[in-house]
Nanobody, 123 residues
Framework: QVHVMESGGGLAQVGGSLTLSCTASGQINTLHGMGWFRQALGKDREPVAAVAWTGSRVSYIDEVRGRFTIKRDNGKNTVSLEMNNLKVEDTAVYYC????????????????WGQGTQVSVSS
């Protein structure tokens, strides 16, 4: 089993930047992919970005492509989400997730989830 824990987040102004980090522990050798999801107040959880644990595949939703960058550091078992040019609509709780079976933006691929970290963007 893989466990994940997020860090980072906080408050930023429109146009600002924040970086989230996620550390994986446990059976790292079973990892296939990791992803970031978010849930705004009153809305369903949605995917944000995903990265394959090996290789170079990454995926983004259209709303964040060009502003957010997902990176992995296999040596440190971490995945980061660099968020630039933040918008008010990026305000949400951000969740890190790990998959031992696949890769992508579909939530059902993931079997381990973090507790979430709040990102708030003010105008």
């Amino acid at each position: 089993q893989v466990h994940v824990m997020e860090s980072g987040g906080g408050l930023a102004q429109v146009g600002g930047s924040l970086t989230l980090s996620c550390t994986a522990s446990g059976q790292i050798n079973t990892l296939h992919g990791m992803g970031w999801f978010r849930q705004a107040l009153g809305k369903d959880r949605e995917p944000v970005a995903a990265v394959a644990w090996t290789g170079s595949r990454v995926s983004y939703i259209d709303e964040v492509r060009g502003r957010f960058t997902i990176k992995r550091d296999n040596g440190k078992n971490t995945v980061s989400l660099e968020m630039n040019n933040l918008k008010v609509e990026d305000t949400a709780v951000y969740y890190c997730a790990a998959s031992t079976s696949g890769y992508g933006l579909m939530p059902y691929v993931y079997d381990s989830w973090g507790q979430g970290t709040q990102v708030s963007v003010s105008s």
